[in-house]
């Protein structure tokens, strides 16, 4: 599966216009997450989950790293996320099903973000972005 | 039986309340944009020959509004999604061969209108509620033999 030139264009296109809250929208995504799949927290037994905890935003700002990381190499995402690609599938082992869930609440999040801008081409091109990221992030499981 | 708290049956019924009919018919339209191998169920429903056409084509928008309608009449009976779509799990399963799968994936295209729509008041607590109404709804649409 890879994007297409218009899909590249969409999905940079949607990251500029929020990269400057780009710390608060991977924050907000996690959040999301706990608060619809609570059984992903058992991820992070080690967190204050609280809404507003240092860590819980610490690690949205990680979040939003990885996937500013990704659409400014939007042509290798393998390789911008190779490193993530090994921990995740080595160390942290995440079942895969989570990266759904996090990517549905990444999408609700740039939805609530910006209502006018993310319309069906953009939806589309961010849902294919995701389930990309998503798929290097668990290459490695086996 | 779905159990939802109090605060979460409110936050279901303060959206519902303010839902524009006409706005969200875009979900249909959005969902076979974005799963197009839906589109094939669809084949009689006029032109879905490029995304515009999809979000323009009035026999689907009028379908998503019929979808939507009927979704709230789950918002009205929350605790009892099975009785309420008995019917239309017979139609969608027993003669349309839906595969299940896809009512989740229908239930995520409301949540990210939803939040297109309310924004900032569509928070994590809010669409919480909201994902445990459409698991529900997507749930009771499933075969029988799926049921719990």
Redesign the interface.
């Known amino acids: 599966m890879s994007l297409t030139k218009a899909e590249r264009t969409m999905v940079v296109s949607i990251w500029g216009k929020i990269s400057m809250q780009a710390d608060a929208v991977g924050t907000?995504a996690l959040?999301?997450l706990?608060?619809?799949y609570p059984q992903t927290k058992t991820y992070f037994p080690h967190f204050d989950l609280h809404e507003g905890s240092p860590q819980l935003r610490a690690h949205g700002s990680k979040v939003a790293a990885a996937v500013g990381d990704a659409v400014k190499s939007i042509d290798n995402v393998a390789g911008a996320l190779a490193k993530l690609s090994e921990l995740h599938a080595y160390i942290l082992r995440v079942d895969p099903v989570n990266f759904k869930f996090l990517s549905?609440?990444l999408?609700?999040?740039l939805?609530?973000?910006l209502?006018a801008d993310?319309t069906?081409?953009a939806?589309?091109a961010w849902?294919k972005f995701l389930s990309i990221v998503s798929s290097v992030l668990t290459e490695k499981y086996r | 039986m779905v159990h939802f708290i109090a605060e979460e049956m409110a936050a279901v019924a303060c959206l519902s309340a303010k839902v524009n009919m006409e706005a969200v018919g875009e979900i249909l339209g959005r969902f076979l944009v974005i799963y197009s191998l839906t589109q094939s169920f669809f084949d009689n429903f006029g032109s879905l020959s490029s995304h515009s056409a999809i979000m323009g084509n009035p026999r689907i928008k009028a379908h998503g509004k019929k979808e939507l309608t009927s979704f709230g009449s789950g918002v009205k009976h929350m605790d009892d999604p099975k009785g309420t779509f008995a019917q239309l799990s017979e139609l969608h399963c027993g003669k349309l061969h839906v595969d299940p799968e896809n009512f989740k994936l229908l239930g995520n295209m409301i949540l990210i209108v939803l939040a297109i729509h309310f924004s900032k008041e569509f928070i994590p607590q809010m669409q919480a509620a909201w994902e445990k109404l459409t698991t529900g709804v997507a749930n009771a649409l499933a075969p029988r033999k799926y049921h719990r």
């Open positions: 907000e959040q999301r706990f608060c619809s549905h609440c999408l609700v999040t939805a609530s973000h209502p993310f069906a081409d939806h589309a849902d």
